[in-house]
């Protein structure tokens, strides 16, 4: 069935260093992908999405390509924040069985640190 | 200018005594979804409502229920509840009129079983 895999956590950065959490991905057919960001105490926000190969998705200086050749979806970002500190699920969407069923990885914590 | 509003944000409730989680959209989207958050996990899907039609996952307890009164509103209900439900208890919705849109999700509401 389809997957999403995501690096453990907690990732821990300074202020302004750059940030990648990879993700791999697990599907038959053509998957759209997400990555949500969860803050402490809130549910989910879409933060950025592709639906077809070399789209990139961005949004808050975060970016994501999705790289049909290497299946994966990698999030990255040039210059964290102290407000990014957050949890960041990769997820995909199934299209098969007719609607948008989200599989979701594990989840990443980012704790930036000023 | 909330689009999926749940309430209440936190519910306490006592050990076997039914409770009931709302979920409200104002986006006209025909999908809604709960989700089930443990603490540090991924959400994990229990059932979802295409329009009228109820889908329920597998491995969903018959502990749980839902209810779609009308396209604006859907309920979570929790029988019995047990310790090892304590969650997050997430609300989505998504469109599938015309296209699909990714799923937009409500802020969530923790429940804790006493």
């Known amino acids: 069935g389809n997957s999403v895999t995501q690096m453990e956590g907690p990732v821990t950065l300074s202020e302004e260093a750059f940030l990648t959490i990879n993700c791999t991905y697990t599907?038959?057919?053509?998957?759209?992908l997400f990555w949500y960001v969860q803050y402490p105490g809130e549910g989910l926000q879409l933060l950025l999405k592709a639906t077809k190969a070399d789209d990139k998705g961005s949004n808050k200086g975060f970016e994501a390509t999705y790289r049909k050749e290497t299946t994966s979806f990698h999030l990255e970002k040039g210059s964290v924040q102290v407000s990014d500190s957050a949890v960041y699920f990769c997820a995909l969407s199934d299209w098969n069985t007719g609607f948008q069923k989200l599989v979701f990885g594990t989840g990443t914590r980012l704790l930036v640190s000023p | 200018d909330a689009m999926v509003i749940q309430n209440p944000r936190y519910q306490v409730t006592q050990f076997g005594k039914p409770v009931t989680l709302s979920c409200s959209q104002t986006?006209?989207?025909?999908?809604m979804y709960w989700y089930q958050q443990k603490s540090s996990q991924a959400p994990k899907l229990l059932f979802h409502?295409?329009?009228?039609?109820?889908?329920n996952e597998a491995d969903t307890p018959d502990n749980f229920q839902s209810r779609r009164p009308n396209t604006s509103f859907c309920f979570l209900d929790i029988r019995s509840p047990g310790l090892g439900d304590a969650a997050m208890y997430l609300c989505a919705t998504s469109n599938r009129r015309n296209g699909n849109t990714e799923a937009f999700f409500g802020q969530g509401t923790r429940l804790t079983v006493v």
């Open positions: 409502y295409y329009d009228k039609d109820f889908n």
């Open positions: 986006l006209n989207h025909n999908v």
């Open positions: 599907a038959t057919g053509y998957p759209s």
